[in-house]
């Protein structure tokens, strides 16, 4: 069994008045993917921007590779191992690809034989790479966010939507890009509402609803639990197949 390269336990989180996390309690194995699922609203970018120290806990532990990183700031949880693609994608338009990349570098310089491998499963960039960022369909300026955020080895990866608004054959470009990923021991762990796109990636399922972690557990019984899809989801993953 997989050890714990996250650990959230009893995790709130408030923006303002609001009381989003409400006790998280969320595991991330390493060399896993796992899926975090649940309904609009229910805390998972809360969830992601709270490990990412973008917003700080008001309660709990967060703990990546046993060290508690509750109260470090972004760039030093950057600089431990851990990188975010936000659902935004967040590129920089007036730069060009290869300057995106560079900037995802902490030593400003691309490794040739990494920046090889990259282009191996997100080829369009290549395509494109002296083109500017904003002039990228949705799909390509994803797969550059990807890219920057694994442009150097990562220990975790974090991903909000990757799928949102991509045609299906962008869909599959990304499925590939994740099976790489996977295939390299890199831990993921992904928000996502495509859940034919979880099924087919994901070694474990957490889903929250309002604020909390209501099922958590292997991705293939979940995927078969066709009654539990339906009272945490309101659907079965089989419908969208």
Do not use: C
């Amino acid at each position: 069994m997989a050890e714990a390269l996250l650990t959230l336990a009893g995790v709130h989180t408030h923006i303002g008045q609001y009381h989003i996390l409400q006790g998280v309690d969320l595991e991330v194995r390493e060399g896993e993917l796992t899926a975090l699922l649940g309904r609009n609203g229910a805390g998972k970018t809360t969830t992601l921007r709270t490990i990412m120290g973008l917003w700080k806990a008001s309660q709990g532990r967060l703990r990546f590779e046993g060290r508690d990183i509750a109260a470090l700031a972004t760039p030093e949880i950057a600089r431990a191992g851990v990188a975010y693609v936000p659902e935004s994608m967040a590129v920089f338009s007036d730069l060009t690809v290869r300057e995106n990349l560079v900037l995802g570098a902490r030593q400003g310089r691309l490794d040739s034989a990494r920046l090889e491998w990259i282009l191996g499963f997100l080829p369009a960039l290549g395509k494109f790479w002296n083109h500017q960022a904003g002039n990228l369909s949705g799909g390509q300026k994803q797969m550059l966010a990807i890219a920057r955020a694994i442009v150097e080895p990562r220990r975790l990866l974090l991903v909000d939507e990757p799928t949102k608004g991509l045609a299906p054959a962008i869909v599959q470009s990304l499925l590939a890009a994740f099976r790489e990923l996977k295939a390299t021991g890199t831990t993921i762990l992904l928000v996502e509402q495509n859940v034919s796109f979880v099924k087919r990636l994901g070694d474990r399922v957490a889903v929250m609803d309002d604020g909390r972690i209501v099922h958590a557990g292997p991705m293939p019984d979940f995927a078969a639990d066709r009654a539990l899809q339906m009272r945490l989801l309101g659907l079965a993953m089989e419908a969208h197949t």
